[in-house]
């Protein structure tokens, strides 16, 4: 098992950046590919990036594609996302999950991630 914290969420105004962490405890943290989803009020929780055990290979949301990033530290137990440029269509609670395996499109199904935190809020205002 894995426990899962995310943090650095926040409000800040559209084109500006944060950065999300989630440190995970438990389990050995490079035994899990890991990822980031979001969910905005009245809409499903949707994939926005993910990260191999190794991270050697990552996966972005053609959404988030060339404003966001996904990276891990296996040292410090951590995953980031770095956004930047935000938009107010990018408010939504950002959650960190963690799944044994994924590969290629299957990294981007929530239903495959058997780990998940409790989210951190992003507001993005015009």
């Known amino acids: 098992q894995v426990q899962l914290v995310e943090s650095g969420g926040g409000l800040v105004q559209a084109g500006g950046s944060l950065r999300l962490s989630c440190a995970a405890s438990?389990?050995?943290?490079?035994?899990?590919?890991m990822g980031w989803f979001r969910q905005a009020p009245g809409k499903e929780r949707e994939f926005v990036a993910a990260?191999?055990?190794?991270?050697?290979?990552?996966y972005l949301s053609e959404y988030v594609k060339g404003r966001f990033t996904i990276s891990r530290d296996n040292a410090k137990n951590t995953v980031y996302l770095q956004m930047n440029s935000l938009k107010p269509e990018d408010t939504a609670v950002y959650y960190c999950?963690?799944?044994?395996?994924?590969?290629?499109?299957?990294?981007?199904?929530?239903?495959?991630?058997?780990?998940w935190g409790q989210g951190t809020q992003v507001t993005v205002s015009s």
């Open positions: 438990g389990r050995t943290f490079s035994s899990y590919a």
């Open positions: 990260i191999y055990r190794s991270g050697g290979s990552i």
């Open positions: 999950a963690a799944v044994d395996y994924c590969i290629g499109y299957g990294c981007y199904e929530a239903k495959r991630y058997n780990y």
